[in-house]
């Protein structure tokens, strides 16, 4: 996480996200993209890659990762850093399941 929590937000429940996909939500003029592994775990990051801004929400998710549709840029999803020699760093966001509902901090 490298923002400050604010508050926590409730932007819908487990199964509003595939599994190996993710959602996206508005936070003003930013996008969003929520995660969800193959086992569960969510992750948030600005829905844009550092190399040149694609959309992350539609990359293949795999191993922790995700892998950006325009250039194939690997992205940790924990640490928001690019993997391999590839530099660079998108903005990530806590996030977490209470029950079923998923809630993103700002």
């Known amino acids: 996480m490298n923002m400050q929590t604010k508050t926590w ?3 819908g429940t487990l199964s509003d996200i595939p599994r ?3 959602r996206c939500v508005k936070n003003g003029e930013m996008t969003i993209a929520i995660f ?6 969510l992750f948030a990051l600005e829905d844009k ?3 040149k ?3 992350l929400s539609n990359g293949i998710v795999h191993d922790g990762c995700v892998t950006c549709p325009l250039h194939n840029w690997v992205i940790s999803l ?3 850093a690019a993997q391999g020699a590839d530099e660079g760093m998108t903005t990530t966001y ?3 399941l209470d029950g079923g509902t998923v809630l ?3």
């Open 9 to 11: 937000v409730e932007v």
């Open 20 to 22: 190996q996909g993710a």
């Open 36 to 41: 969800r592994t193959m086992d569960d775990r």
């Open 49 to 51: 890659c550092p190399h």
């Open 53 to 55: 801004n694609g959309p």
């Open 78 to 80: 924990e640490t928001g």
């Open 94 to 96: 806590p996030v977490k």
């Open 104 to 106: 993103l901090g700002l």
